[in-house]
């Protein structure tokens, strides 16, 4: 019976948990459908009592490596018959959570895909945007630390990453964590006060010479995205979910 | 291990997706939580593909049971370690499709424990507004012909239920199932022909008699809300949600 719904997608949530719905809503709304049988067979695990916070992992200040309860959610899609999987937090991508992470599922699911994010995005910005070789990241204080995208941009594409100085990264830091005002405390709806600090950071980036903006948290996109900006957004998150289904069910991808 | 995110709430999805989605945000939204790791443990299975149409299975337009493919979703729910779980579709909970599947998992997983959402608007209505006897309907075309809402409220509570016209029932269904502008097929955003329908067919219920109204289809909190009526609107999906939080962590649930 269990074949009756495969391919099932699999996605890693609850980092944070609405961006996981939103990670989950990204897959919906690429994927030609006219009635809801079209739509895709998914499967999101949303346990964030299992994964501490990855940033204060990567700025040593959790003990524990998230890379644990990313993987036993990994475990619970891949039992459900997933082999195709997304964890949706770019910080998780950098190396100290992802390449344990990766390892774990390797040696006990060798069958499992797990779809990188941030190769989504480089893949897609050669693609289509192969003009723009200068991007400016916003993202979590863990991802800068971790340098993860300048690993995966810098390094092996001849991009160049601009990042915020270390007051407008601690602005952003708090604009995802602060418990007054930040999009993981307040995401529904998300409060002005965390929206103007991030417009305002994108803005400096592209002020700086940054020809695009790369969204690198998935909290990001719950309050920003194209439309506040006339340079091109890059959402690694969307583009995840696009490469999801081209890998799965490849003539149910729109066009973009 | 697997102990380590129990209690995991369970949400059967795909019916439709979108709505799916947003009966696990009613579950994030009504939990006290300032950061991921309070947030309650969640699985998502939204497997649309082995769930054929709910209303036309009930109008005899769809011969095979949509309860067989609500079963294997709760099957994987159950394998992960969830023990409380909900159908995220008004529709299904008629009979026809409700009580099959019912006692499919009662057979097959006697411990787990599926939340009625037509139950947890009744008793919230009981609870919070006793002096409303007189509810509109809002509804798909199966959730009428079967007349569950009429069942659960009307017989065992005291209550009355007022459903639109016959003509009114069509453009509802319309406004849900329509390729052109119906939610399903155009859910982000939805289209303000549905909306304009939806918004229409609910003030004619308050103004035959209404005190209140219910959201009785999963589609249509995606449409419409509190805010675009005087009277009072129900919606079981987020009082569902509530209800599920309450028994699996009722130290997280938040005020209303």
Chains 1, 2 share one sequence.
Not at 141 to 163: C, P
Request: glycine residues 8%; charged residues 25%.
């Amino acid at each position: 019976m269990e074949e009756r719904y495969k391919p099932l997608i699999g996605v890693i949530g609850g980092v944070g948990p609405y961006a996981g719905l939103d990670f989950v809503r990204n897959i919906f709304s690429n994927t030609r459908a006219l009635k809801d049988q079209e739509h895709l067979n998914t499967l999101l695990v949303s346990c964030p009592s299992i994964i501490p916070d990855r940033t204060k992992y990567l700025l040593d200040e959790e003990p524990v490596n998230p890379s644990g309860g990313l993987f036993e959610s990994a475990k619970i899609l891949y039992a459900a018959g997933a082999r195709h999987a997304v964890v949706a937090c770019n910080t998780a991508h950098s190396d100290r959570i992802f390449a344990p992470f990766c390892g774990m599922v390797k040696e006990a699911m060798p069958d499992m895909v797990i779809v990188n994010m941030l190769r989504a995005c480089v893949d897609f910005i050669k693609k289509k945007h192969p003009e723009i070789k200068t991007l400016g990241l916003l993202a979590t204080r863990g991802t800068y630390k971790s340098r993860v995208y300048g690993d995966y941009f810098k390094a092996a594409e001849g991009f160049s990453i601009i990042e915020p100085e270390p007051p407008g990264q601690d602005r952003i830091g708090q604009a995802i964590y602060s418990l007054d005002f930040g999009i993981k405390a307040h995401s529904n709806p998300v409060k002005a006060k965390a929206c103007n600090i991030l417009l305002y950071e994108g803005f400096r980036l592209l002020d700086r010479g940054a020809r695009g903006l790369i969204l690198g948290c998935t909290e990001l996109p719950l309050a920003m995205d194209q439309e506040d900006f006339s340079a091109p957004v890059f959402n690694p998150g969307f583009l995840a979910a696009r490469e999801l289904i081209r890998l799965t069910a490849p003539s149910s991808l729109t066009e973009v």
